[in-house]
């Protein structure tokens, strides 16, 4: 599987950006997609995940901000993000696992990444 990631960019504080993942090659069927980001000195986090049928979950940081989609015919990931704040800068990656995946452990295929930075 590869993911590729796109959308990153610098804004400012209370701007939006949407990042997107194309997905190509998968070997799982319906897999559970994510995105994670890793902020510089810190531990990759759980952003949030949706699955083949559309259910979604969102770390606490990130929700009623953020929204996550996906189009399953084009095999493509979406992020919105609203309301950016500085804290929300960080290396965004999304990621691929089976059906049911939740934590990072789950996901077995990732993408490069992609620089979101979020200006006060």
């Known amino acids: 599987v590869q993911l590729q990631a796109s959308g990153g960019g610098l804004v400012q504080a209370g701007g939006s950006l949407r990042l997107s993942c194309a997905a190509s090659?998968?070997?799982?069927?319906?897999?559970?997609m994510g995105w994670f980001r890793q902020a510089p000195g810190k531990e990759r986090e759980f952003v949030a995940i949706?699955?083949?049928?559309?259910?979604?979950a969102y770390a606490g940081s990130v929700k009623g901000r953020f929204t996550i989609s996906r189009d399953n015919a084009r095999n493509t990931l979406y992020l919105q993000m609203n309301s950016l704040r500085p804290e929300d800068t960080a290396l965004y990656y999304c990621?691929?696992?089976?059906?049911?995946?939740?934590?990072?452990?789950?996901?077995?295929?990732w993408g490069q990444g992609t620089q979101v930075t979020v200006s006060s």
């Open positions: 990621a691929e696992g089976p059906p049911g995946a939740t934590m990072i452990v789950d996901f077995h295929y």
């Open positions: 090659g998968r070997t799982f069927s319906k897999p559970t």
């Open positions: 949706i699955n083949w049928s559309g259910d979604t």
